[in-house]
């Protein structure tokens, strides 16, 4: 049995209502042009906007980050090492002090250093103490080295140049400081020899 035509027979039919979650976003809207680009469009040619990121970048910041943790396990390692062996990393030279004398308001003596950045190789300063009491070297290294004479007037010492330096012995005067107590002066003369030093020294004394 056919159902009779009702007064709603000719008017349009609506679909179920969709509820609203909120405002919407114009952005979002469905369209029918966006729907058909979006079926026809493989995945891989769609692209997304990642973070540029070289991975040659990222090895080489991995390869430097273990080089440091390594080179500091390293010296921890080394140190406590040369610390359980009674020394030290870096080895600092023996330095032997020598008679020292007064002269014009400061204490002169003669150092010897062994070891070190030469290791094997002796070294001779002639130092200064200064007015607080603390020495400085008083000119370069040499190789060897006599006594110390003083007179009226100077320090004498006689003193063998380093191979690199010619090794030749040359006697060092340092003069006393003007009134004013001004920086001494140094003077230098060539000799032959140590036996040519010593006898040097020997005449100083005797006068």
């Known amino acids: 049995m056919i159902a009779p035509f009702g007064p709603g027979f000719l008017s349009p039919r609506r679909g179920p209502r969709l509820r609203s979650t909120g405002s919407r976003d114009p952005s979002r809207a469905w369209h029918p042009e966006r729907a058909c680009l979006e079926a026809q469009t493989p995945p891989e040619a769609i692209?997304?906007?990642?973070?540029?990121?070289?991975?040659?970048?990222?090895?080489?910041?991995?390869?430097?980050?273990?080089?440091?943790?390594?080179?500091?396990?390293?010296?921890?390692?080394?140190?406590?090492?040369?610390?359980?062996?009674?020394?030290?990393?870096?080895?600092?030279?023996?330095?032997?002090?020598?008679?020292?004398?007064?002269?014009?308001?400061?204490?002169?003596?003669?150092?010897?250093?062994?070891?070190?950045?030469?290791?094997?190789?002796?070294?001779?300063?002639l130092m200064r103490a200064t007015i607080k009491g603390d020495s400085e070297p008083f000119g370069g290294e040499f190789a060897d080295a006599t006594a110390l004479v003083v007179t009226d007037a100077s320090l004498f010492v006689a003193m063998r140049r380093r191979e690199q330096d010619g090794g030749q012995w040359v006697l060092r005067r340092v003069a006393r400081g003007g009134p004013k107590q001004a920086e001494q002066t140094e003077q230098t003369e060539p000799l032959d020899s140590r036996l040519d030093a010593e006898q040097r020294l020997e005449l100083l004394v005797g006068r």
């Open 47 to 125: 692209q997304l906007d990642r973070p540029s990121y070289s991975p040659l970048l990222g090895q080489v910041a991995l390869g430097l980050r273990s080089l440091l943790v390594r080179s500091a396990i390293f010296f921890v390692l080394a140190a406590a090492l040369a610390w359980a062996l009674g020394g030290t990393l870096f080895p600092r030279p023996e330095r032997v002090e020598g008679p020292s004398v007064d002269f014009d308001s400061h204490r002169w003596n003669v150092r010897m250093s062994v070891g070190g950045d030469h290791p094997g190789e002796a070294r001779f300063e």
